[in-house]
DNA sequence: GTCCCTAGCTG
DNA sequence: ACGTAGCTAGGGACT
């Protein structure tokens, strides 16, 4: 920055700072209206939100750093940055931030002020507005009131669907480690300063680090920690172009990043976009929880880890040791003569749940182990950590994020909905007197193997809608009468049909079924012989995959696996992991991106009845709905929704959703819809 | 405080 | 050679 500061640390005495162009601080109303009318005859406009942890956010208490969860909003917006260019603006454009709340002694106007002029630029429908992760923001600016129409641009989507590697560089790096990246990483940083950093200033990040060089010197003379020095405390001189160059990168990253998007990078982009709100309502409404559920259920786990901790203290007939440590279990089992045969990924003895099972039958220790691990896993990730997370209408927040897998599926986290086992998914209620009702596709990812495939036999099961791993059973080893070995075989048949979408050997296999490994080698074999068409497809993508390293799926999502074109690397262990990979990301991303567009067809067919029911959780393969009764007639009309994306009619498979219902929660649910 | 490792939960 | 895609918790080693 230019000027040194004379004194640092007190909000009072804040040290004088020059804002350079072509940065501007909006803090009255002339120049709000000024800055509005400007920006209203603009075609884009780069929008961004400066925030704070909510003040009521507080941390649990004195040694954790994790806050409280207790409104969705989750941030509170301490300004906002507005980013245009007009023909009559300097070449570089306009840059502005709008502080609102900054600490007490700043000049700056209060939300109720900035409200009905920044309500005609976030309304004006003739605006193209751009955002880097608009979904945080939309639901930022929604805390205070704040709509944002129409549909964002959004330029963290858009760099996610395009080959980054193909973009020019700006910042002159070592053309050896260009190479070396062009074929061993999958993608950079989506980041908005890594991307501005590559693609248009290399010292992009000035001013953030500035902004840090500060914060840790007031974190130092304060004595408090580094993240407790919110940008709200900052000089709101130095943070005006810190912010407003977030705006800046994005309105000039927009048209670079959006023209490298392909035919079928516009179309999944446009789902991406209309996603969007979509998923930041389900953010910010959130999911009821039964809290008084999981509170019973914590005091039962509780019981159960008591009793398994003295069951593994008494069987070990010592107590000398941790038993969350698997380092430390790993050491008795070894001194108590007990072998385990497994390896970890780094080579050392596992002691992972399969190994535990091996000896659970001879060692009452490992049965304990067992039993602890259990009930701690589900206390500790699913009980007690939910709990801390509900607001106080006890529902619960999570983030999901569009970009957030390689395959094109969502993820989920703060905390993670997607990965709630079924005892805990008792915890999840409807709105009282309304229904929960899951709609999930049946087998997608065999359908799409069948379609992608064409595999005779996989298609004939699927036309007459026979369940696929008894009529694989059945192909695979013939008819039987004893329903015992069916089963048996079915099971079988159910882990070799996994095998295709995972890529799993022999191996695993046995693991899974419980089948000795050579039977197992014998079991694939038959099994590639019947679905001779799966195998053919498989290699046939390997070999597309390792001319153009890349894959693309029925959507044209494209991913990047350059190894598999670098003849050097053959034949180790990352190239082999990768031939897996480019199988795996067409089918869980075809299944990805159909069911995106499901969403979006969802929503839109909700929006257009103006119904009450909404998207509450969305599980890979799997929506949850809360409908009121009134809309109970909706739900079949959902259900042929979802059995209708845009690819239906060319897949060579029929789709089919299964509908299920629930009054209380979302494990006890009856299959069907009936009324 | 950071990071990595091991484990375990989901589709 | 032989299990895809994620997130989170805890221990343990490091700074």
């Known amino acids: 920055m230019s000027v040194v500061p004379v004194q640092m640390g007190l909000d009072d005495h804040m040290p004088i700072y020059e804002i350079p162009a072509p940065y501007r601080k ?8 000024r800055m509005i009318a400007r920006a209203l005859e603009a075609d884009v406009v780069a929008i961004d939100t400066e925030t704070r942890p909510r003040a009521r956010n507080l941390p649990l208490d004195g040694k954790s750093r994790k806050y409280h969860s207790l409104t969705a909003g989750l941030n509170e917006a301490i300004g906002i940055c507005i980013s245009f260019r007009l023909p009559s603006s300097p070449p570089t454009g306009e840059h502005h931030y709008l502080p609102l709340r900054h600490a007490a002694s700043t000049k700056q106007l209060t939300i109720e002020q900035v409200r009905a002029p920044l309500d005609r630029l ?7 507005k751009v955002f880097h992760h608009a979904k945080f923001d939309l639901n930022v600016l929604r805390a205070d009131g704040f709509e944002v129409a129409p549909v964002p641009e959004d330029t963290l989507l858009a760099a996610s669907l395009v080959p980054l590697h193909e973009l020019p560089r700006v910042d002159g790096p070592d053309p050896a480690a260009v190479l070396e990246e062009r074929y061993t990483r999958e993608r950079p940083s989506l980041g908005l300063k890594s991307l501005a950093c590559r693609h248009l200033d290399p010292a992009a990040d000035r001013h953030e680090r500035a902004i840090t060089s500060f914060r840790e010197t007031y974190a130092r003379r304060r004595g408090v920690h580094l993240q407790d020095v919110t940008y709200d405390l900052l000089p709101v001189d130095l943070m005006v172009p810190y912010a407003a160059g977030d705006t800046r990168f994005t309105l000039e990253l927009f048209p670079l990043v959006s023209g490298f998007l392909d035919a079928a990078g516009e179309r999944l982009y446009a789902t991406e976009r209309a996603l969007i709100p979509i998923l930041a309502d389900m953010e910010y409404r959130g999911a009821r929880v039964d809290r008084a559920f999981l509170e019973r259920a914590g005091g039962e786990y509780q019981l159960a880890i008591d009793q398994a901790r003295a069951d593994v203290y008494r069987a070990a007939g010592r107590s000398d040791f941790d038993v969350d440590s698997t380092a430390q279990l790993v050491r008795l089992f070894g001194e108590a003569g007990l072998v385990l045969s497994g390896k970890t990924a780094s080579g050392r003895a596992s002691l992972d749940k399969a190994a535990l099972v091996r000896l659970a039958k001879s060692s009452p220790l490992a049965a304990a182990v067992s039993a602890y691990r259990k009930a701690t896993k589900l206390k500790g990730t699913y009980v007690d950590s939910l709990l801390e997370k509900l607001d106080h209408t006890d529902h619960v927040h999570c983030s999901l994020k ?4 390689r395959t094109g599926r969502l993820s989920a986290d703060g905390p993670n909905l997607q990965n709630i086992p079924p005892a805990m998914r008792a915890a999840f209620i409807p709105p009282e007197g309304w229904t929960m009702v899951m709609i999930d596709y049946s087998q997608i990812e065999l359908r799409l193997v069948a379609h992608y ?3 005779p036999v996989m298609l004939d099961a699927f036309a007459r809608g026979d369940d696929i791993h008894t009529r694989t059973a059945i192909e695979v080893f013939g008819p039987t009468d004893d329903p015992e070995e069916a089963a048996r075989r079915r099971k079988i048949a159910k882990n070799l049909n996994f ?19 050579e039977a197992c080698k014998g079991h694939l074999e038959r099994f590639y012989r019947v679905f001779a068409r799966l195998d053919r497809w498989k290699k046939e993508v390997v070999l597309r995959a390792r001319a153009t390293g890349e894959v693309a799926n029925l959507y044209g999502r494209r991913r990047w696996l350059p190894i598999l074109r670098d003849a050097s690397r053959r034949h180790t262990r990352e190239y082999w992991k990768a031939e897996r990979v480019a199988v795996n990301t067409l089918i869980q991303g075809s299944a990805a991106d159909m069911f995106k567009e499901t969403m979006v067809n969802v929503a839109e067919f909700l929006r257009a009845r103006k119904a009450r029911s909404r998207i509450v959780l969305s599980v890979h393969d799997e929506l949850v709905f809360y409908v009121p009764p009134e809309e109970a007639g909706l739900v079949p009309e ?3 929704v979802m059995e209708q994306p845009s690819i239906a009619g060319e897949l060579l498979v029929p789709l089919a959703a299964d509908i299920s219902h629930s009054i209380a929660n979302w494990r006890d649910k009856r299959s069907g819809w009936t009324r």
């Open 26 to 33: 909006v803090a009255t109303l002339p120049q709000l209206e």
């Open 499 to 517: 095998a295709i979408c995972y890529g799993a050997g022999p191996a695993r296999i046995s693991e899974m079924s419980g089948e000795p490994i």
């Open 453 to 455: 495939s064409r595999d």
């Open 122 to 128: 976030l309304l004006a429908p003739h605006i193209r």
């Open 402 to 405: 569009s970009h957030g897998t």
């Open 638 to 640: 959902l259900q042929r």
